[in-house]
Nanobody, 122 residues
Framework: QVQLVESGGGSVQPGRSLRLSCAAS????????IGWFRQAPGKEREGVSC????????DYADSVKGRFTISRDNAKNTVYLQMSSLKPEDTAVYYC???????????????WGQGTQVTVSS
């Protein structure tokens, strides 16, 4: 079975850091781009970040640039999202998704994880 499983979510105070993981099973991430998306209550899903199958190619939403860092460890079949300087506006369910080779908006992602909740509040 092809699966993506997110982990690392939780509740933190503003300004703190959190690292999300996206672990793949049933397939290898070597030739897949991995995107991180989030959806807050009452809002549309938005793209947060993406990393292509080539490590040097990454994308970030303007709202997270300078605060979030995406990375991958193909040996562990895992992609990470390091989130720092977290803000209440970052509160959402975070999803990872896999797409062949390169990032491209939210189109053409073959596999999606179940999501992990991130809550940023005082």
């Amino acid at each position: 079975q092809v699966q993506l499983v997110e982990s690392g979510g939780g509740s933190v105070q503003p300004g703190r850091s959190l690292r999300l993981s996206c672990a793949a099973s049933g397939f290898t991430l070597d030739y897949y781009a991995i995107g991180w998306f989030r959806q807050a209550p009452g809002k549309e899903r938005e793209g947060v970040s993406c990393i292509s199958y080539r490590d040097g190619i990454t994308d970030y939403a303007d709202s997270v640039k300078g605060r979030f860092t995406i990375s991958r460890d193909n040996a562990k079949n895992t992609v990470y999202l390091q989130m720092s300087s977290l803000k209440p506006e970052d509160t959402a369910v975070y999803y990872c998704a896999a797409r062949r080779r390169y990032c491209s908006g939210d189109v053409g992602y073959d596999y999606w994880g179940q999501g992990t909740q991130v809550t940023v509040s005082s």
